[in-house]
């Protein structure tokens, strides 16, 4: 067999290899994250998460009974996995409720639960990217940021109570259903709310379970290694460094928010058996009324578009990508 035709045979192949690939719902997955810069919304939701939720977080528990505030401690601590100087410095910074309260007033509350928009801002640009959903309008983003940091601290409030009350009996891995259950339905909610209720309850279910899945997963992982990357960080930079490993966590967390978001809208898309059945008996996507989706990208995707914004990827252009 000459070079040539073999060259031809190796090529055959990997077209084939190719095509089957591409058919795959994981690829489909790869593809929308692509579609989605994933890295570029990983970081920018990460960043929020660090300067405007987590403060969120510690500030409005103040005003809250301590006993709400030391669920939300325990769940917030154990999901983050802090320990040593990290969880020291974090129950500092909830147990200094006089402090805050002093510091903070009711017009600083306020203020600080809409600066947690800016955060709720970049998840529901994750959620419409990840549905090719129409940028949202500025009108209700307040009011949808006040309900998600509402429904955080009751999801941290009872994790943390179930956590305490099963994990004395129970054991882990009892603790644990509950814990699944209640993220999977706090991602569900989140899905659909920053979707502004276009999407059907029941297709965003599987988004939902993804999303707890992987998050709890996530968490397991974290109790491993994120005590060693605090201590190490810890050692190298002083409390920068716990800064440094908290933004880490929640760059790690991010990604699996986006793969749960993702999933979601491709396995809701499906053609197959799988799409039939999260889709129902009625057939569709989006709630009656709701505007059609957004097109698919006109080009093929690329690596490159994971870390560049949409206006650089140029994912709308008509006009074909030339071909080498």
Not at 2 to 17: L, N, P, Y
Not at 220 to 228: G, H, R
Not at 268 to 274: L, M, R, T
């Amino acid at each position: 067999m000459s070079i040539g035709a073999s060259i031809d045979t190796v090529r055959s192949q990997s077209e084939r290899v190719q095509v089957w690939a591409e058919g795959l719902l994981a690829w489909k997955v790869w593809q929308r994250l692509l579609e989605s810069e994933f890295v570029d919304r990983s970081v920018a939701l990460a960043g929020k998460a660090f300067v405007s939720f987590f403060p969120v977080i510690i500030v409005v528990a103040a005003f809250m009974p301590s006993g709400v505030r030391a669920s939300i401690l325990a769940t917030m601590s154990q999901r983050l996995g802090l320990t040593g100087p990290a969880l020291t410095d974090t129950r500092h910074a909830f147990a200094a409720t006089s402090d805050i309260k002093r510091a903070t007033g009711v017009l600083g509350l306020v203020l600080t639960i809409f600066f947690a928009t800016g955060f709720t801002t970049a998840l529901q640009r994750v959620y419409l990217q990840a549905w090719r959903r129409a940028p949202a309008s500025a009108v209700g983003k307040y009011l949808q940021g006040l309900t998600w940091t509402g429904a955080v601290l009751i999801y941290l409030a009872v994790v943390g109570k179930a956590r305490s009350m099963i994990g004395t009996h129970g054991g882990l891995l009892l603790a644990s259903v509950p814990v699944l259950l209640a993220t999977s339905a706090m991602w569900w909610f989140t899905s659909w709310l920053m979707l502004s209720g276009q999407v059907r309850w029941r297709v965003l279910l599987p988004s939902g379970m993804v999303t707890g899945l992987i998050l709890t997963g996530y968490v397991i992982s974290a109790s491993i290694w994120m005590p060693n990357t605090v201590q190490s960080n810890e050692h190298q930079f002083g409390f920068f460094g716990i800064a440094l490993a908290l933004v880490t966590w929640f760059s790690g967390a991010a990604t699996c928010i986006m793969v749960g978001a993702c999933s979601g809208a491709i396995l809701a898309e499906d053609p197959g058996v799988i799409g039939r059945f999260v889709r129902g008996a009625k057939g569709t996507i989006l709630a009656d009324g709701a505007p059609p989706s957004l097109p698919e990208p006109a080009r093929a995707l690329r690596l490159a578009d994971a870390f560049s914004s949409t206006e650089d990827a140029d994912l709308t252009s008509t006009e074909p990508e030339p071909r080498p």
